[in-house]
């Protein structure tokens, strides 16, 4: 009897280690599907916000068009408030998604081959990039940019680039793309791209990139106004502070018309060393930035392109640069 007891007890413990046994493995293979069917839902997400932003890129292009290819006429006889296209910001939906494209006309950007030493310094120090990493980037593009293998005292020429793990030679000519930017010492992805970072107050602020101050598409070393990122705006020669923060929150609401309602609408005088930096002319040339996503989805999906209206073209326009790996920041 006592046996009978003990062998139940035996068979007792078995099962309940082989209850534990498979609950361990149900438990595995519901985590694995689990993690599966996640995998899948943001492979699909992703698939679907890429989808989304090109239709973005898309619908913008056609208002841009349609826009500049409106008789002058008919724009006057309907001319309203500024719409999306004048502040900046397109919004949208394709089909259960969302997108929002920021649009930059490529003049209110600064040109990487008429920029000078001064305001290139003046640039990075506004952006927040510290000595020393400011003048090695200032010098280091300079020196790129230039004909001649001399270096400046923070610069890199040739031998420097080509004692790196993978060897290349310093351009010494006109810069064809921004992206080169990434090969000039000092010039970081995080410099470059933009960055994320915590301020005082606990709470996170964006740095803003190199690549959203420079551009290589305009034909002027001025300034417009209307599209150009606050950095930009305190870079110009002469600019105060000031008066580039009120430029830039007075065109958020409405873009200024000409020069001369900067120095009347704002308060303060402009002198002849900012003025000439300034315009309000359009280049045709937009980089386009837009993000997509599902309404029910968290994952996003960003593409960035450059766009010339020009109606030599079959479809009114050409794209120079189009990027589908934009760092999600």
């Known amino acids: 009897m006592c046996r009978w007891r003990g062998d139940k007890g035996v068979i007792l413990i078995a099962l309940l280690w082989i209850l534990t046994a498979l609950s361990v493995i149900a438990l595995c293979f519901s985590r694995e599907g689990f993690v599966e069917v996640s995998a899948a839902r943001n492979a699909r997400d992703l698939s679907d916000a890429y989808y989304i932003a090109r239709a973005g890129i898309s619908a913008t292009i056609y208002q841009l068009l349609e826009r500049k290819y409106t008789p002058r006429v008919q724009q006057l006889e309907l001319e309203q408030p500024p719409d999306p296209l004048d502040l ?13 494209v920021e649009i930059q006309d490529e003049s209110g950007k600064i040109n990487l081959n008429f920029v000078t030493e001064e305001q290139l310094h003046a640039l990075v120090q506004v952006i927040g990039i ?14 790129w940019r230039d004909v001649d293998n001399a270096h400046r005292p923070n610069g890199a020429e040739d031998d420097y680039y080509q004692s790196l793990p993978v060897p290349y030679k310093a351009k010494n000519n006109r810069m064809d793309t921004v992206e080169e930017l990434l090969l000039v010492r000092g010039v970081t992805p995080e410099y470059y791209y933009g960055h994320p970072e915590r301020a005082p107050d606990g ?15 305009s034909t002027s070393n001025r300034i417009n106004v209307n599209y150009a990122p606050l950095y930009v705006l305190m870079s110009v020669p002469g600019m105060p502070p000031e008066a580039a923060r009120m430029i830039y929150d007075r065109r958020q609401v409405k873009p200024f018309k000409n020069i001369d309602q900067i ?22 040339v937009y980089t386009l930035t837009a993000a997509g996503r599902r309404a ?13 209206l020009d109606p030599r073209e079959a479809k009114r326009y050409k794209i120079f640069y189009w990027n589908e790996n934009v760092p999600n920041i």
């Open 263 to 284: 120095n009347r609408d704002i308060g303060i005088s402009l002198g002849p060393t900012t003025l000439p930096y300034l315009m309000v002319e359009d280049t045709g």
């Open 88 to 100: 900046g910001r397109v919004t949208g939906t394709f089909g259960d998604g969302a997108y929002e």
């Open 296 to 308: 029910d989805s968290r994952v996003r999906r960003l593409i960035r392109a450059v766009v010339s």
């Open 203 to 217: 709470s996170v602020i964006y740095r803003y990139g190199l690549s959203r101050c420079f551009t290589v598409y």
């Open 130 to 143: 510290q000595q020393p990493d400011s003048d090695i980037i200032v010098d280091s593009i300079m020196d």
